[in-house]
């Protein structure tokens, strides 16, 4: 992106404004001398149209990343549609972007996890921790999911070889050496019921 800005004479922190100016002015310019005789004007009727996709690119990623009057980014608003379970506005809003960084592909295992895609929200999470692999909120996402698959499994093994037995009872747990009964029934809820916002830590914010 950076050699974009640098093709209009420009750094990455200009305003719209400026960015626009820029461009109109060399637009004529390079307009204007594309009609020269010779090299000046292939050189020039080049850089015209390297100028355009220059601007398209910019105006596209800043669009993206753009903040509404609320002060959120673009990721913070989809965060919040997934918080109101609006789904396909929020995957809308996914689709919309050209570049997918790991934030993108964290926001998508949360669309595809809501639509019960466990295995593909699994896939996006394991890219957004290739991309991030320093990221703490990724990871605590991806140890939940493997967590409560683990003992979904478990759960379904217990249920298989003792089919009688309580479903919200964590397999090989002895209630009373592991501090009584009440104790394994919340852990095992927790896990059975664990919902997408605790997941994902959409109650505290996505981002």
């Not at 204007?32 to 220059?54: C, F, I």
């Not at 929200?121 to 939940?144: F, V």
Request: aromatic share 10%; net charge negative; hydrophobic share 30%.
């Amino acid at each position: 992106m950076k050699e974009y800005y640098e093709l209009l004479g420009l750094t990455e922190d200009a305003t719209d404004e400026e960015i626009e100016t820029r461009y109109k002015l060399l637009r004529e310019q390079y307009k204007e001398e594309r009609w020269l005789d010779g090299e000046a004007g292939n050189n020039a009727a080049k850089a015209l149209t390297k100028l355009d996709a220059a601007y398209k690119e910019i105006m596209s990623s800043r669009k993206e990343t753009s903040k509404n009057s609320s002060g959120a980014d673009a990721y913070a608003e989809i965060s919040e549609l997934l918080k109101q379970d609006k789904i396909a506005e929020a995957q809308a809003r996914l689709d919309d972007f050209n570049e997918r960084p790991a934030e993108w592909h964290y926001l998508q295992a949360v669309v595809f996890y809501k639509k019960n895609w466990t295995n593909e929200s699994k896939k996006q999470l394991e890219i957004a921790m290739e991309m991030d692999p320093n990221n703490i909120k990724y990871r605590a996402a991806y140890g939940k999911m493997n967590a409560k698959n683990d003992f979904e499994q478990q759960s379904a093994y217990q249920r298989s070889q003792n089919p009688y037995s309580n479903p919200n009872t964590r397999p090989y747990d002895d209630g009373e050496q592991m501090g009584g009964n009440a104790c394994s029934e919340c852990i095992s809820c927790c896990y059975t019921y664990m919902c997408v916002n605790c997941l994902f830590n959409l109650c505290c914010g996505c981002r």
